[in-house]
């Protein structure tokens, strides 16, 4: 079988069942296993993507409006690759490659798809379970399910003796939005309280004033698509607040900036590790996680004359 995967978790998923010899094309964003990246890339984004959040931000939603694409899809050279499976998600119109993309650029019969859409654990295991059935290989993702299931219940057991510290996950800075989906249900395995974000619900756009009210002890920045160098760049997004160095994480040294792009917006084969990330940063502990430095990095306290209690407003 012939795989064109526009999916990074999907490649993730072919990769983690062996099947990776099937795979003849990828998307832009397919980087992990890092021998992926040597496939041609049958995708690319429409816009320039190295400018501030705040300008991505504008541009995705002006382009949502007007309907341009969001991607460019190279529908010749899926052709030319002739796959048998073309891989997909219809879960959001702006992190990957939809159907309708594919539509627009290949034409109905370009190849069978299978779009997949994650908005939680669960919805994860099941993209596994469908992905292995698509290739003939169903036992085997039996199998992937279980060890992860297994994978997320040894960091349940291993952080339930800590105390529960409060945490707010943000998947974007300008504006700022607070992780849904599947991130409540890591941070709960993690053994930590969240105060903003709804499990099995769409990541949302919340007034910057909620952050500053729930006043968390511990504050997870992993903007969506951002490794972690470049997440370490909304850090300046953020102080613009003039509570930022009020709140409690960050007075606290508590702010960690982390890779979002491979742990923490991706619902693939790393949501195991995300939430050994996650423990590791509420916990202060190893579970065995990315290690800090490479995946998640804290930022130091300011000084502390400048550190005053938060004052909660209602505006």
């Not at 539509?103 to 669960?122: D, I, V």
């Not at 099995?200 to 997870?220: C, F, K, V």
């Not at 997004?237 to 409690?248: D, T």
Request: aromatic share 6%.
């Amino acid at each position: 079988m012939r795989i064109v995967s526009l999916l990074a978790s999907a490649t993730e998923i072919v990769c983690a069942l062996g099947a990776g010899e099937m795979l003849v094309g990828r998307s832009h964003e397919c980087d992990n296993p890092s021998w992926v990246r040597r496939l041609p890339a049958c995708s690319d984004p429409a816009f320039d993507v190295s400018v501030s959040s705040g300008e991505i931000d504008k541009e995705v939603r002006r382009r949502l409006r007007s309907g341009e694409p969001l991607y460019h899809i190279h529908g010749e050279l899926i052709g030319e690759l002739q796959p048998d499976l073309l891989i997909t998600q219809s879960h959001c119109e702006v992190c990957a490659v939809t159907p309708g993309d594919v539509q627009r650029s290949c034409g109905p019969a370009a190849a069978r798809q299978l779009a997949l859409s994650a908005t939680s654990l669960e919805d994860i295991f099941e993209s596994i379970l469908r992905i292995s059935q698509a290739i003939g290989l169903t036992e085997r993702g039996g199998e992937l399910v279980r060890r992860e299931r297994q994978r997320l219940e040894q960091v349940r057991e291993k952080a339930a003796c800590f105390r529960r510290p409060t945490v707010v996950m943000l998947e974007w800075t300008e504006p700022v939005f607070a992780m849904g989906n599947w991130g409540p249900e890591l941070v709960e395995i993690a053994n930590g309280e969240l105060l903003i974000g709804k499990k099995g619900e769409y990541s949302a756009a919340i007034p910057a004033a909620q952050l500053r009210n729930a006043d968390p002890e511990y504050l997870i920045v992993a903007p969506c698509g951002f490794n972690l160098e470049r997440s370490l760049r909304e850090q300046s997004v953020l102080e613009k607040y003039p509570w930022w160095r009020e709140l409690k994480a960050v007075r606290k040294g508590n702010v960690a900036f982390a890779d979002g792009n491979l742990f923490f917006n991706r619902s693939g084969m790393t949501v195991s590790e995300t939430a050994k990330i996650i423990a590791e940063i509420l916990h202060g502990a190893p579970f065995g996680g990315g290690s800090e430095g490479e995946s998640w990095r804290l930022i130091e306290a300011p000084a502390t004359r400048d550190s005053r209690p938060i004052t909660v407003s209602q505006t």
